[in-house]
């Protein structure tokens, strides 16, 4: 009987320390996001780097984002990205041609640096915080698993730098393994983005064939 009573302290002990790491993390996230979400709008530079189930690392890639609340707009090597947040134009440079979509909360995810981020909110375990340094800065590493075995991540790591809550280096890794590194630069949420700049205007590029697939 003193056994299993001593088990069992053990037990809601171990409850409990992973509930308050669980929690300094959701606390950490929700500075992080309430950061971004009380900003009319941020500019930033990023890279992204993916390195395949057997470490292959390929050449990253570099690109500009402007974002406000659920709007974006990418502009990378070979693609431009729109989303009104409703709507998605994507611009492949190398044929001239623009696809236009109504992408699920699911690709825009897949799509959207900061929209990863959101992701903390449900179905997925917060691991404790590990305090390091990312990029040169002094941060916070959070590892997110997620709930469901039908998610197409196998984990997620969000970088946050301790002193400004924003995010530094996101980092996804699928099923299969493969990774994708997404390093945050130039981070400046001092910006009121126009609607307009979300939005993929003709005018601009009228020698590109628009392909509407919704």
């Not at 404790?128 to 340094?133: A, G, S, Y």
């Not at 990029?135 to 916070?140: E, L, S, W």
């Amino acid at each position: 009987m003193k056994k299993n009573i001593l088990t069992l302290i053990f037990f809601m002990a171990g409850l409990l320390s992973f509930a308050q790491t669980n929690n300094d993390a959701r606390a950490i996230l929700d500075k992080t996001y309430e950061t971004y979400e009380q900003s009319k709008g941020v500019k930033f530079s990023f890279e992204v780097t993916t390195i395949d189930a057997n470490g292959m690392r390929y050449r990253p890639q570099q690109g500009e984002a402007m974002m406000k609340g659920d709007k974006f707009k990418l502009d990378m090597n070979t693609v431009i990205i729109w989303f009104d947040g409703k709507t998605q134009w994507v611009l492949l440079k190398d044929i001239g041609e623009v696809n236009i979509s109504t992408p699920s909360a699911k690709e825009v995810a897949y799509t959207s640096p900061l929209a990863l981020l959101r992701l903390y909110k449900s179905g997925y375990t917060l691991k404790k915080p590990i305090p390091t340094t990312v990029n040169g800065q002094r941060a916070y590493v959070i590892d997110m698993i997620p709930a469901s075995s039908r998610s197409d991540f196998k984990q997620l790591s969000v970088a946050v730098d301790k002193k400004t809550n924003t995010v530094l280096q996101i980092k996804t890794t699928l099923k299969n393994n493969q990774e994708n590194i997404i390093d945050i630069k130039n981070y400046n949420d001092n910006h009121n983005f126009p609607d307009s700049v979300f939005v993929f205007n003709k005018a601009d590029y009228p020698d590109v064939e628009v392909v509407d697939l919704r």
